[in-house]
């Protein structure tokens, strides 16, 4: 057993173990480093004899946090030293200097109990992960999952850099969201760690995968608004600037406004202006407002989409486009984020849309802008003036 451990974790290229001793009631393995020109001693390994690991793994011990190529100093006694070596938690190993005899290195290394223990612990993680697989599985066939939530549930169709338990909790969280927006006309964010987990803190399930999880439920084609989520825990702001109207407040030209999501789901939102800017970034949006000449002359209102498209701006620009709203600008980075944001901008009009490209040229279609769009290009390096806003209208 030892022999293939020592292979897999100790020896380099051309080196073996030439030769093993028994010293203190430990095993010690001398490695050489044989080639056609070469033969001399280059380190020895100090190593429990023992083959069968059943005590637990010490708490100080993890704290050195070893892993299989890891190099350690240990700040504790000799004595607990030695009971680490010998309960094969640890390896100490000695590396020397070309001439066999000085020592180069001196340092301690994961041992045959450790690597057991993780492997154990490890299986035992699968285990637990097909068990909740089940689990969960059993629950979507319990709540007769309607088409867009099994297609946005599916393993494959989840970002490929997310663990596998962050896989699986968002899987959790979309069951119990549509679990939720069954029971419930209108629900707070909060609301769904609360129905699945009776306890305390059980509203905090999900809080810190919040804004990635709602993302991706909004990337799968499913908007939380319909389905009843009226708070995301957090206020989300609307920064804009126009003649836009609600039931509960009047906003003209002239100043960057903000409204929040709350709002806009509890209060429809509307213009008398005929062009809208989807601006991408905050820049944009306060460079334009202080023209209000232009404003007025062009009648055009501006929405500030803060680097991407939630719920809330998603709604509150459809609402927008129910009023006078003739022609949409959209006006994003030239950069892979930037294509994507102006992809759903595009999506959200569903007509003629114009889109500003590199060099202030203008696109009449997604497709288009998408193609000739190479180079990464910021909004604020072509900011320009009134004159050729002017020309893009």
């Not at 689990?135 to 494959?156: D, G, K, M, S, V």
């Not at 709002?263 to 820049?283: D, G, I, K, Q, Y």
């Not at 022609?327 to 759903?344: E, F, L, M, V």
Request: glycine residues 4%.
């Amino acid at each position: 057993m030892h022999e293939a451990f020592i292979q897999s974790y100790f020896l380099k290229k051309d080196e073996s173990v030439e030769k093993v001793e028994q010293q203190e009631q430990l095993m010690v393995a001398t490695i050489v480093k044989k080639t056609a020109r070469t033969f001399r001693k280059v380190a020895h390994l100090k190593l429990t004899m023992h083959t069968a690991f059943t005590a637990p793994l010490p708490k100080k011990l993890a704290s050195y946090k070893f892993t299989p190529n890891a190099k350690r100093l240990l700040d504790e006694s000799n004595d607990t030293i030695q009971q680490w070596l010998q309960q094969g938690w640890i390896v100490r190993e000695i590396r020397y200097h070309t001439d066999g005899i000085s020592v180069k290195e001196d340092y301690y290394r994961i041992g045959p109990a450790y690597i057991e223990a993780q492997q154990k612990s490890e299986q035992q993680q699968f285990i637990k992960q097909q068990q909740q697989m089940q689990t969960l599985q059993q629950r979507a066939e319990q709540l007769a999952l309607p088409e867009i939530f099994q297609q946005a549930i599916e393993w494959n169709a989840l970002p490929k850099q997310w663990t596998v338990q962050k896989r699986m909790k968002y899987i959790e969280f979309c069951l119990a969201f549509y679990a939720l927006s069954v029971q419930k006309d209108l629900f707070d964010f909060k609301e769904i760690g609360a129905s699945l987990h009776d306890k305390i803190g059980g509203s905090k399930v999900f809080d810190q995968e919040r804004e990635a999880f709602l993302t991706q439920l909004e990337q799968s084609r499913i908007d939380p608004t319909l389905y009843g989520l009226v708070s995301i825990g957090k206020i989300v702001p609307i920064y804009f600037t126009g003649n836009i109207q609600s039931s509960v407040a009047t906003y003209a030209i002239g100043a960057v406004h903000a409204t929040t999501d709350n709002a806009v789901l509890t209060s429809p939102f509307t213009t008398t202006s005929t062009t809208l800017w989807l601006v991408e970034n905050r820049a944009i949006l306060t460079r334009m407002a202080v023209e209000t000449e232009f404003l007025r002359q062009t009648n055009s209102c501006i929405v500030c989409l803060d680097g991407q498209i939630r719920s809330a701006h998603k709604q509150f620009i459809e609402q927008l486009l129910q009023s006078a709203i003739k022609q949409t600008i959209i006006w994003t980075d030239t950069d892979n984020s930037g294509i994507t944001i102006a992809k759903y901008a595009a999506a959200l009009v569903k007509g003629s849309v114009k889109i500003v490209g590199r060099d202030y040229k203008l696109y009449h279609s997604i497709e288009s802008y998408a193609a000739q769009v190479q180079e990464a290009h910021e909004q604020e390096q072509q900011l320009g003036g009134v004159e050729q806003w002017i020309k893009w209208m």
